[in-house]
């Protein structure tokens, strides 16, 4: 019978096969000797690759969940929310505040549980409770995530001069030390800042970056002081953030956050009927949702400027508005 | 007996060299060491045969023949096929063991058990490779096994029940394959599983579908109990209906014999177990060191391809929140997938492939033809041909290449940067796209040339064809351009923003964008194709 060309399979020596069985094994040895070789190096590999894809992840979800208090590049809004890509932030937060744990986990606590409402705070809005097990949106590993995002700011924040820093004091806890060295450009103006943080909070006896406050001496509490100026109260609470006092608000020129407010006064005895302009000026600043111009996104403006002034602050600062 | 005595009698280097004779003996149960020479050097064994003793001493041995008939052991007759899935079958169990001990099957652990498994655990991956590609070639060479039993008429008169048990077998080996198929629990396996259990759910009648898919999951969705039901079926009950199965299958093949050839028996008689004393081939030694040669081998192909070619996916964790567009099954059913497509789930799902699946079954009781030989059976080669093609038509249709296609814009990006593994983006990678707009209405693969930009000129050029593909295709997508936008979002991670715009066949401007990010540090990979060894490359500080 004629052999079919497949009879080249028809192995039947023995020693054929016991050879290609000890090539076989010694293949098998050499591959995973590669393997063992590689191996470290794959696993670091490994490691960092899912860092990575989570910190993609979660830039993902800080576009759709935290931009818009914390800014689109982390450094925060004016009385909104604080700066997480902040020199301060990544160095000395979690001393200041006494926190035991790292830095990592002081960010997930925080965005996990969020953080509840003080009495004096000024920040606008309250961070949420974000993860799903205290009653947020998001899953623990999406918390994670964002964990992961949030700290690779690191590298970039920790380049930052004082001058850069976009930290905001908070008024509710001292900063007791700054990361920033005497001779770095911004240092005096990071400490000016940190004090007056800590005189509107009313704070006594502290000392910050080496420089020792004066207790206030008699006359110099809140109550004594009167009203303050309304150029301060404009700075200091925060409105120049979002709102240009020098700037016209027309079709052409309007504020990217809140409107202009250098022509105030030409259209805000007509934005709502009935009301005459100092009417309408005062209820934007006590009641900012009353009336949102068009164009306008409600809920951005702080709501709490009656508790942060006095009647006759925002009195004041309604004519000072009108009549700049 | 005491030592000393003997000794005395026998000398010293005589009672060594019988006392090791003596457990060699009695480790291969029955074999001396001069007999195992005997054998290495390819001798005839003497009379009465010596090398039969382990077949009636040992356990593992006496369910093996003791010998077989020539023509069968020739590889092209059975191709190894059978004991490849009996193998596949411990290598499965091996690997799937190391597996096991880093595994949790719950929603809150198994995920980052699968990473931790990855990047925390020494020859992890490759475990989880071979595991995964193991499970894959199991499918496929029990598949083949059939097609061979089915081609050489081997299902005929006696062995009917063999091959009724093989196709319980087959059964048992894809739901073994699926259900392992959710453990990971990212998106791949979630989706893939919802999909097959909802098929459970169309069994009629209703409150049959209900219960079946209720059990199976656990609770309407698959949640932290069906993952252990999954789990539980993955590694327990499976595995034992296997067992039991491939006990009753494998005494079936020994106790009819492997058929012979067609051609070397009239037809209609069966004469595997009669087998004339030049024609036979002992077990000890030619067939075992055969076996053995071929499972060795076997085995370093798994191991060379799981080290180059092959890479077990991982999507992203579950989200029963969000389908991934173009989510589809395992490949072995495509075939399944594709129906689905065409006819709704009760027929397409539950009573086709369970007609079929009986079919198959019957097939050896149903077939009236005593022959085996292929030129008596050719409307049975035939048909098993057409059937085979059928399958790969409806495999095809079962891709999202067909049918499934999203709006051209949403394809487009697809192409680029799936919501879901790699595509091509992802692995050329962060390094090799540099910042910037690239807009297509500029000559891009001219502006950014192969040589000085070879990775970004691939996208670029891909990004302009896939654009120009749907524009041709699609009547509603005309005069379309994209713009990429790649920027700096964090150290370390780019943001890229794909921004597609066009005009719908009423002259409509529409637009699409979507963004993804990419960290530098991301590996991505195809489950087939060339490993990404860039790791070993050294960094740049140690440069």
């Known amino acids: 019978m004629r052999k079919p060309w497949y009879s080249i399979f028809y192995v039947k020596s023995p020693i054929a096969k016991i050879g290609l069985g000890i090539l076989a094994v010694l293949a098998g040895i050499v591959l995973v000797l590669f393997l063992m070789a590689t191996e470290n190096k794959r696993m670091d590999a490994q490691t960092a690759s899912w860092e990575g894809r989570s910190i993609e992840k979660g830039a993902s979800l800080f576009i759709a969940n935290c931009a818009s208090c914390h800014g689109l590049d982390g450094k925060g809004l004016p009385v909104v929310a604080p700066a997480l890509n902040s020199r301060y932030f990544f160095s000395q937060r979690i001393d200041d505040v006494g926190f035991t744990g790292s830095l990592k986990q002081y960010v997930k606590g925080t965005i996990h ?24 949106p998001l899953r623990e590993d999406q918390v994670d995530q964002l964990v992961d995002f949030v700290l690779n700011w690191e590298e970039e924040a920790m380049a930052q001069t004082p001058e850069e820093d976009p930290w905001q004091f908070f008024q509710d806890s001292l900063s007791k030390q700054l990361p920033y060295s005497p001779d770095e450009p911004g240092y005096d103006e990071k400490v000016a800042e940190a004090i007056a943080a800590a005189e509107a909070a009313g704070a006594v006896g502290y000392e910050i970056g080496g420089v020792a406050a004066e207790a206030p001496t008699e006359g110099e509490g809140d109550a004594a002081a009167g009203p303050r100026a309304p150029e301060d109260l404009f700075a200091s609470l925060g409105c120049a ?16 956050v809140g409107p202009n407010l250098g022509n105030l006064a030409d259209h805000a005895g007509s934005r709502v009927d009935g009301e005459d302009a100092e009417t309408y000026v005062h209820q934007s600043i006590v009641d900012p949702g009353a009336f949102v111009v068009p164009g306008y996104m409600n809920g951005v403006m702080p709501q709490n400027f009656a508790d942060q002034m006095s009647e006759d602050e925002i009195q004041g600062l309604v004519e000072w508005l009108l009549s700049h | 007996m005491a030592v000393q ?12 060299t019988e006392g090791a004779d003596d457990i060699f003996t009695r480790i291969t149960a029955g074999i001396s060491a001069g007999e195992f020479r005997r054998m290495l ?19 593992l041995l006496h369910i093996k023949p003791t010998y077989y008939h020539e023509s069968v052991t020739r590889f092209t007759h059975t191709f190894r096929l059978g004991i490849l899935s009996t193998y596949l079958f411990l290598f499965e169990t091996i690997t799937g063991i190391f597996l096991m001990i880093w595994y949790t099957p719950s929603p809150d652990q ?6 931790a498994i990855l990047s925390n655990v020494p020859y992890g991956q490759f475990m989880r490779d071979l595991h995964r590609l193991g499970a894959e070639m199991m499918v496929a060479i029990v598949t083949l096994h059939m097609v061979r039993t089915y081609l050489t008429g081997s299902y005929k008169p006696p062995r009917q029940f063999t091959w009724f048990t093989g196709v319980i077998l087959l059964v048992v080996t894809l739901f073994l394959s699926f259900s392992g198929y959710l453990l990971p629990w990212d998106q791949l396996a979630f989706w893939a599983v919802t999909i097959g259990t909802s098929m459970a759910e169309a069994v009629p009648p209703k409150i049959v579908g209900e219960t079946v898919n209720l059990l199976a999951r656990g609770a309407p969705d698959i949640s932290a109990n069906g993952l252990l039901r999954f789990y539980l079926l993955h590694v327990l009950f499976l595995p034992l209906v296997l067992f039991l ?6 005494y079936k093949v020994v106790h009819f014999g492997i058929s012979l050839p067609a051609s070397e028996e009239e037809v209609g008689q069966d004469t595997a177990n009669k087998v004339p004393a030049d024609k036979r081939v002992y077990f000890l030694p030619d067939v075992l060191i055969d076996e053995t040669a071929v499972l060795i081998a076997f085995t370093t192909l798994m191991i060379f391809l799981v080290t180059f070619f092959f890479s077990a996916p991982l999507e992203s964790i579950a989200n029963p929140q969000s389908t991934p567009l173009h989510t589809v099954a395992p490949w072995y059913f495509y075939w399944l997938q594709g129906m689905l497509k065409i006819a709704d789930k009760t027929f397409a799902g539950v009573i086709l492939p369970g007609v079929l699946l009986v079919l198959l079954m019957a097939i050896p009781y149903l077939d009236p033809n005593p022959s085996r030989r292929v030129r008596d059976r050719r409307v049975a080669i035939i048909s098993g041909i057409v059937a085979g093609v059928v399958m790969i038509i409806l495999s095809w249709m079962g891709t999202p290449q067909y049918a499934a296609q999203a709006a051209p814009p949403v394809e487009v990006v697809q192409e680029m940067m799936p919501e ?17 707009v690239y807009d297509t209405r500029n000559d891009l693969p001219a502006m950014y040339p192969e040589e000085e930009y070879p990775g970004m000129h691939e996208i670029l050029v891909e990004f302009e064809d896939n654009i120009k593909y749907w524009d041709k295709r699609d009547s509603d997508f005309n005069e379309a351009y994209g713009v990429l936008t790649v920027s700096q979002e964090q150290p ?27 960290h530098k540090d991301s590996l991505y990979w195809e489950e087939y194709g060339l490993k990404d060894f860039g790791y070993l490359m050294p960094t740049e500080e140690e440069q």
């Not at chain 1, 549980?113 to 947020?136: A, E, L, Y």
């Not at chain 1, 953030?241 to 990217?256: L, M």
């Not at chain 2, 005595?5 to 060594?16: A, D, M, N, Y």
């Open chain 1, 241 to 256: 953030g979002c709102h240009n006092i020098n700037a016209d608000q027309t079709d052409e020129s309007k504020g990217p």
């Open chain 1, 113 to 136: 549980s969020g953080r509840p409402s003080k009495v004096s705070t000024q920040w606008v809005n309250i961070m949420p409770t974000w993860s799903n097990q205290v009653g947020g």
């Open chain 2, 420 to 436: 879901e593994g790699a595509g091509i983006v992802r692995e050329i990678g962060y390094d090799e796209i540099p910042n910037g």
């Open chain 2, 492 to 518: 370390n991670l780019k943001r890229l923003d794909w921004d597609i715009r066009w005009l719908d066949a009423e002259g409509v401007e529409g637009s699409f964008q979507r963004s993804f990010w990419l």
């Open chain 2, 41 to 59: 050097r390819g001798e005839p064994p003497g009379r009465p045969n010596p090398r039969l003793k382990p077949h009636s001493e040992a356990f």
């Open chain 2, 245 to 250: 199965f491939f006990f009753v299958h494998y």
């Open chain 2, 5 to 16: 005595p003997e000794v005395e009698k026998k000398g010293l280097w005589r009672s060594f």
């Open chain 2, 110 to 115: 198994a995920y980052a058990d699968m990473i």
